[in-house]
């Protein structure tokens, strides 16, 4: 049943925002502690990793709405479970992002990023056109790597789930200095409007930049992809 399929991306991409942006806010992002970066990349690495062999065979684990559009494109899926996935993956991504402002809240832990794990322009000096750039160029290789491992030519075996959350960790490790690494609307979605909730609203002035960047870089890799295997063929 489709609802199974659209209840899993809901799950995954809550899972996502709690132990991603959650391992954010608890170690920070400073450029003088790379141990931060590191950790907060290997989180939302893993999470994809974890959840690939989770729910992966039930809705395919995209929980992410760039990704859900490169596989609409190479035909993988049609528009109306588009659709219905990336509504999902928001109502997840809030869901998450509301549960950490409550575990947080609660505990009285300080949130070290200082806005729930959203992200920002601040590595790239306010500019929009550069945050733009780079959420294009990350999501671009991740989806791009998405769409050669879950490949029928592929051969990877059980590998693809790992493959695919080290692809993650990579632009995480590139991108968290520069944009906070969103690579994912339904991910920058979320925190942006529980963070918005809550008070602060400056999240949600950039928050463009990390829908309409990694939809552009998706839509790229999808059809490069398209034309590197009809090329091959």
Known sequence: M???KYLAELIGTGV??????GTAMLVGCNAKKGGGYIL???AFGLVIVGMAYCIG???GCHINPAVSLGVLMSGGMTAADFCGYV???CIGAFGGAGLLKVIFKLGGVEDLTG?????GLAGVNGSALAGLLVEIVLTF???LTILGVTSKKANHGSFGGLIIGLTLTLVHILGIGLTGTSVNPARSFGPALVALFAGNSAPIASLWVFIVGPLAGA????LCYKYLESADK
Do not use: D, R, W
């Not at 996502?16 to 942006?21: E, I």
């Not at 806005?115 to 992200?119: D, I, K, V, Y």
């Open 2 to 4: 489709k609802i199974k």
């Open 16 to 21: 996502l925002v709690t132990f991603g942006c």
């Open 40 to 42: 907060t990349a290997l």
């Open 57 to 59: 065979n039930i809705s």
């Open 87 to 89: 509504v999902a993956q």
């Open 115 to 119: 806005g729930l794990g959203t992200n």
């Open 141 to 143: 290789v991740f989806v």
């Open 219 to 222: 839509a790229l890799a999808a």
